[in-house]
């Protein structure tokens, strides 16, 4: 599969790769003006872009040829703002079982602060269905 820098999506948004192995994945991105809602801190909907695209790297180092996914869940708590910096979702899958994924996926922001904890499912379609 092509990497996530290869999507005309995340290359719009600016999301850089990063981990894709062993059910770990993660991405992250420099905050821009662009990133930005009204009150000028980052918007929740550019923390969920991070939280899916770490999930599906996490989700795309455990397949195997020919399967693919879609994400079915993602629950997001927002714990800090952010209105700078770089931020990194980083995603562990915690369980691969019955095409299902689940993983645990953390944003924080200048690698230190913890902005956002999530939890998400894929579902895992194609291969031996």
């Given at each position: 599969?092509?990497?996530?820098?290869?999507?005309?999506?995340?290359?719009?948004?600016?999301?850089?790769?990063?981990?894709?192995?062993?059910?770990?994945?993660?991405?992250?991105?420099?905050?821009?003006?662009?990133?930005?809602?009204?009150?000028?801190?980052?918007?929740?909907?550019?923390?969920?872009?991070?939280?899916?695209?770490?999930f599906f790297?996490?989700?795309?180092?455990?397949?195997?040829?020919?399967?693919?996914?879609?994400?079915?869940?993602?629950?997001?708590?927002?714990l800090e703002?952010?209105?700078?910096?770089?931020?990194?979702?980083?995603?562990?899958?915690?369980?691969?079982?019955?095409?299902?994924?689940?993983?645990?996926?953390?944003?924080?922001?200048?690698?230190?602060?913890?902005?956002?904890?999530?939890?998400?499912?894929?579902?895992?379609?194609?291969?031996?269905?």
């Amino acid at each position: 599969m092509p990497g996530d820098d290869d999507s005309p999506f995340s290359r719009f948004i600016g999301i850089q790769d990063g981990l894709s192995e062993g059910g770990v994945g993660s991405v992250s991105l420099a905050v821009r003006p662009h990133h930005l809602q009204a009150a000028g801190r980052v918007h929740g909907g550019l923390i969920a872009v991070l939280v899916d695209t770490a999930f599906f790297r996490a989700v795309r180092s455990l397949l195997a040829p020919g399967q693919g996914t879609t994400t079915i869940e993602l629950k997001i708590n927002f714990l800090e703002p952010a209105d700078s910096g770089r931020l990194t979702a980083t995603a562990t899958i915690i369980s691969n079982a019955n095409r299902l994924m689940v993983a645990d996926i953390e944003v924080t922001a200048d690698g230190n602060r913890l902005i956002a904890q999530a939890t998400g499912t894929f579902l895992v379609i194609g291969g031996d269905d």
